[in-house]
Structures are given as C-alpha cells and as structure tokens.
C-alpha cells in the first residue's frame, strides 16, 4: 500500500488531532496520549464537521458539533457500529507521520 507523509511527530504532539489533506481526500489524524496514532476521515456523516477538532477519549473522538463518538480503530460509530467512516493505516518512518492510502477494511 502506497504511504504519503502528512507531518512530523513533533508537529503533532501527543493529545491532539488535526486534518490533513491525502491523496484527494480530508483525514483525522490523532496522535494518542498513549504514542500510538490513528486516522480516520474528517468529514462527520451527520453534518459534516470536522472530526480532528473533536475530543479524543482514549479510543474514541466525539464530534465538536453533536457528539457522536467514533471508534479510532476502525471508525465506527459507537453508538452504533453499522454506520462508520473509513480508518486508515498510521505508520512513523523516522520522525514522519505517514498515512496509507487505503482504508483499513
Ligand atoms: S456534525 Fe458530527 S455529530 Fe453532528
């Protein structure tokens, strides 16, 4: 699977998210408290808000607009896990973040 960098580790520090543009698309990426990091899309389905400005509870993300909560391992929602959005691969080379371009199935 094909990786594009989307910043350093230093640029995201532990605790935050941000969006980042991959391929042609908006993506969440989370670096966790814990060090591990996550991606997910950014987009919420309900209304479109952006999900890497959401809070992050361990290994979820509540959306800043309603609050529905999203499960970073896979996107599901966790209220409700047949409705998902895409989560993606994460992987640091060096001091890069990196994100695959294909979501994990
Ligand atoms: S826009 Fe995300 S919960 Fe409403």
Redesign the pocket.
């Known amino acids: 699977m094909e990786f594009e960098t989307v910043a350093t580790v230093a640029e995201l520090p532990p605790g935050t998210g941000r969006a980042f543009v991959v391929g042609d698309q908006m993506i969440a990426v989370f670096h966790l408290a814990d060090g591990q990091f996550r991606a997910i899309d950014d987009a919420?389905p309900?209304?479109?808000?952006s999900?890497a400005e959401g809070h992050v509870d361990e290994e979820t993300v509540a959306?800043?607009?309603?609050?529905?909560r999203f499960r970073l391992c896979n996107g599901a929602w966790a209220d409700n896990p047949r409705l998902k959005v895409n989560a993606y691969p994460v992987r640091v080379a060096g001091d890069q973040i990196q994100v695959g371009l294909e979501p994990i199935a």
């Open positions: 919420c309900h209304q479109g808000a999900l959306c800043p607009w309603h609050g529905w």
